[in-house]
T-cell receptor
């Protein structure tokens, strides 16, 4: 199993450009998440999905859109990139909640720079 | 709202030294608690977890005990190695207040010198 993979690994954008980050998981997990990681801020949740065709806002959703058309994929879109969106983006997935332990499995990250 | 506070780094230790990284939390109800580790250039990996008061999570020589009376989940290791150099994140998942999503602390960078 590849686990959670992210495409691309690095990207440089100019202000106003758009792009889509792809997250794929092969563990048949129900839940998927997008986080951003900024220095001194830890990880903050952007959007998440509890199943195919569903999405919900996290802590910092402004400027981002997401789609979960297939269970294994979770896309994060930036319609008009801004320098404030320079960050490292992590995708994660977890199985349907069973009991009280919900391990999230993380991808390797995408480093995005917006000039 | 729910939150996690962990000691600021960076923390620099010599090999075989004792490690403690403090973590306290604020949450309603009875959250589950986690420690994740991020090695350079990689994503986060679950290190250990605990789901109820007085539970002890352990893995790879690391331990943390869920202390509800002090709302803490401090990470400890008796003898660190150079390979333990990484960023450590404390996190909670509250099945009531935060809709079951992970809330992370800001991370503590650990550097272990030979």
């Amino acid at each position: 199993n590849a686990g959670v993979t992210q495409t691309p690994k690095f990207r440089v954008l100019k202000t106003g450009q758009s792009m889509t980050l792809l997250c794929a998981q092969d563990m048949n997990h129900e839940y998927m998440y997008w986080y951003r990681q900024d220095p001194g801020m830890g990880l903050r949740l952007i959007h998440y999905s509890v199943g195919e065709g569903t999405t919900a806002k996290g802590e910092v959703p402004d400027g981002y859109n997401v789609s979960r058309l297939k269970k294994q994929n979770f896309l994060l879109g930036l319609e008009s990139a801004a320098p404030s969106q320079t960050s490292v983006y992590f995708c994660a997935s977890s199985p349907r909640r069973v009991g009280r332990t919900d391990t999230q499995y993380f991808g390797p990250g995408t480093r995005l720079t917006v000039l | 709202g729910d939150s996690v506070t962990q000691m600021e780094g960076p923390v620099t230790l010599s090999e075989e030294a004792f490690l403690t990284i403090n973590c306290t939390y604020t949450a309603t109800g009875y959250p589950s608690l986690f420690w994740y580790v991020q090695y350079p250039g990689e994503g986060l990996q679950l290190l250990l977890k605990a789901t109820k008061a007085d539970d002890k999570g352990s893995n790879k020589g690391f331990e943390a005990t869920y202390r509800k009376e002090t709302t803490s989940f401090h990470l400890e290791k008796g003898s660190v190695q150079v390979s333990d150099s990484a960023v450590y994140f404390c996190a909670l998942m509250n099945y009531g207040g935060s809709q079951g999503n992970l809330i992370f602390g800001k991370g503590t960078k650990l550097s272990v010198k030979p």
